[in-house]
């Protein structure tokens, strides 16, 4: 079963998020800001991270830049899952190492669990 950490300061979205992956057969984490979503990604070390920029005590950015400077958890993919939709937020996204960048507003939960089976070659 894959372990899917979702790092989403908004708790309705996080949970809804969390009750999909799980009805959809994956084992999944939740954190509400950036440095619990750290601290969990080091212990349980998932399959793949879900991943907001806009996040309370660590920035999505922060975190990211965190993960693959670590020997540990810098191969886990990070598919960053926001509302800002800008070119500068995107290239930062990409730069910091994030594997995809989408936009909330513009997906709905199947297609996120869509992504997330295409990136694990499930």
Do not use: Q, W
């Amino acid at each position: 079963m894959a372990k899917i950490l979702i790092i989403e300061d908004e708790a309705t979205l996080r949970k809804t998020m969390a009750e999909y992956l799980a009805a959809e057969k994956f084992e999944a984490f939740e954190a509400a800001d950036g440095e619990l979503g750290l601290a969990l990604a080091k212990k349980e070390i998932p399959d793949l991270i879900l991943l907001d920029i806009i996040l309370p005590k660590k920035t999505g950015y922060e975190v990211l830049e965190e993960l693959k400077l670590d020997e540990k958890t810098k191969k886990i993919p990070v598919i960053l899952l926001t509302n800002l939709e800008s070119p500068e937020d995107i290239e930062k996204a990409f730069e910091k190492g994030a594997l995809t960048y989408l936009v909330k507003s513009d997906y709905r939960l199947e297609d996120i669990v869509k992504k997330i089976k295409e990136t694990l070659k499930m």
